[in-house]
């Protein structure tokens, strides 16, 4: 069956710099969300996306922005890198009806130097 | 705001036998679901079980099984049959069951469980 992709899945970055994730949620699923997992700790809701419009938003810097696409890939901008944005970073998709679950992709594995 | 709250940072058991991991939450939410995730050295985040609050019967799949006390707000994870592969970090998880997709659809996170097998 066909899973959440997350591209890249590693990247560095220095601070200052600017890094693009992007994600291709499972087909048919309408819903993104994005979580940030910093080391040793719990993903943390960053923010979501259904039908292509913000959904709802957690703990996300301002510097941070997203967005997701007519084709429902969603894409999460990071400007002026910091080095505690390094973490893993994970979209999830769902579906509109039925379910409640949440799947996963890999991860992208940000750097900051 | 709902909490997670996991208070076995770590855990560990022999091959073959039993384990139970705690959770609570705190809610004033009536309806809501519960989720135990798993995520191995890989880091990729894995569902295990889930449980929907208004089922007063405890979720179970294959070797994994809940028990959901919803008065105590309490949602364990029991392993049977301990293997190898069950070794990972397991994160309890509360999601709103509101319709709207608008504002209630995240998952809140517990500190996790860290999970070691002995052979």
């Known amino acids: 069956a066909a899973g959440v992709i997350q591209s890249p899945r590693h990247l560095i970055k220095e601070k200052r710099e600017t890094a693009t994730l992007k994600c291709y949620p499972i087909?048919?699923?309408?819903?993104v969300y994005w979580y940030q997992q910093g080391p040793g700790q719990d993903p943390q809701f960053l923010i979501s996306?259904?039908?292509?419009?913000?959904?709802d938003k957690g703990s996300i810097p301002d510097r941070f922005s997203a967005q997701q696409f007519s084709d429902y890939h969603s894409e999460l901008n990071m400007s002026s890198l910091e080095l505690g944005d390094s973490a893993l970073y994970f979209c999830?998709?769902?579906?509109?009806?039925?379910?409640?679950?949440?799947?996963f992709g890999p991860g992208t594995r940000l750097t900051v130097t | 705001a709902q909490t997670v709250t996991q208070s076995q940072p770590e855990m560990s058991v022999q091959e073959a036998e039993t384990v139970t991991l705690s959770c609570t939450y705190d809610?004033?939410?009536?309806?809501?679901?519960l989720f135990w995730y798993k995520q191995p050295p890989s880091r990729q985040m894995i569902l295990v079980i889930r449980?929907?609050?208004?089922?007063?019967q405890n979720a179970t799949e294959n070797r994994f099984s809940v028990n959901f006390q919803k008065a105590a707000k309490s949602f364990s994870l029991k392993i049977s049959d301990s293997q190898l592969g069950d070794a990972a970090m397991y994160f309890c998880a509360y999601r709103s069951a509101g319709t709207s997709h608008f504002g209630n659809e995240k998952l809140t996170f517990g500190t996790g469980t860290r999970l070691t097998i002995i052979p």
């Open positions: 809610t004033s939410e009536s309806d809501y679901y």
């Open positions: 449980q929907e609050a208004y089922k007063q």
């Open positions: 087909p048919r699923h309408d819903t």
């Open positions: 999830a998709s769902s579906p509109r009806r039925g379910t409640y679950e949440q799947y």
């Open positions: 996306f259904y039908e292509k419009m913000q959904s």
